[in-house]
């Protein structure tokens, strides 16, 4: 079963720094790769989708990168601001069997930048 | 148009009643699905219907029943359901759904019902 770990939990960093939040998952056989950012009690905003070929995608401040073969992903978001203060979540789009496919979603890493 | 739209917004509701949560996309997406999400926890798949048709039930309990009158439209119906069940529910669609291998697939969120179960 495919799980997603994302590291660390919470990060609070000042503003105009720049940070990396990591994604980690067991299974490498996935199809893509997802950031999501989800402000509290609202739905969630597609950020970057890696396809399982590709090596990373940018948009703007933020950069994706995966490694397949290693299970891992990062985002690095440039030159923070408090308005990118929010929850983060992976999600890998993967086989789960009976013939479907499904997102699986890490926990999230809630961010906070401090002006 | 990239949006999915979720009706209501909020909803309260005792035990014993019957409410519905509706949701809708006019982006041409033929996979539509249902996620239920816990304070501070990662959305969790419920359903997925794929054409129309119902093509994953996450070992949801009968007390949601989902509907997909059209290809626009996904329903779900709630009927006894127990303070546990107070979550956010997100509605999301994507193109061509869970059946076809190798297909970039992006799914799209709406913005949740908040729902709280007395």
């Known amino acids: 079963k495919q799980e997603v770990t994302q590291i660390p939990a919470a990060l609070s960093v000042p503003e105009g720094e720049n940070l990396v939040l990591n994604c980690s998952f067991t299974?490498?056989?996935?199809?893509?790769l997802q950031w999501f950012r989800q402000d509290p009690g609202k739905g969630l905003t597609s950020l970057l989708l890696?396809?399982?070929?590709?090596r990373e995608q940018t948009s703007g401040r933020l950069n994706a990168s995966l490694d397949k073969s290693s299970g891992r992903s990062t985002l690095y978001i440039a030159a923070s601001q408090p308005g990118d203060s929010a929850t983060y979540l992976c999600?890998?789009?993967?086989?789960?069997?009976?013939?479907?496919?499904?997102?699986?979603f890490g926990k999230g890493t809630k961010l906070s930048v401090i002006p | 148009d990239t949006e999915v739209t979720q009706t209501p917004k909020h909803l309260v509701m005792g035990m014993t009643n019957k409410k519905s949560l509706k949701c809708e996309q006019h982006m041409g997406h033929r996979a539509m699905y249902w996620y239920k999400q816990k304070a501070k926890k990662p959305p969790e798949l419920m359903f997925v219907?794929?054409?129309?048709?119902?093509?994953i039930n996450e070992s949801v309990p009968s007390r949601f029943s989902p509907e997909c009158p059209n290809s626009s439209l996904l329903n779900l119906h709630l009927h006894a359901l127990q303070p546990e069940d107070s979550a956010l529910y997100l509605c999301a669609s994507s193109q061509v759904g869970a059946r076809l291998a190798g297909v970039t697939d992006t799914q799209y969120f709406g913005p949740g019902t908040r729902l709280t179960v007395l």
């Open positions: 890696i396809q399982s070929s590709q």
């Open positions: 219907y794929s054409y129309e048709k119902l093509s």
């Open positions: 999600a890998v789009y993967a086989y789960s069997g009976a013939g479907s496919y499904q997102l699986t």
């Open positions: 299974d490498s056989a996935i199809y893509n």
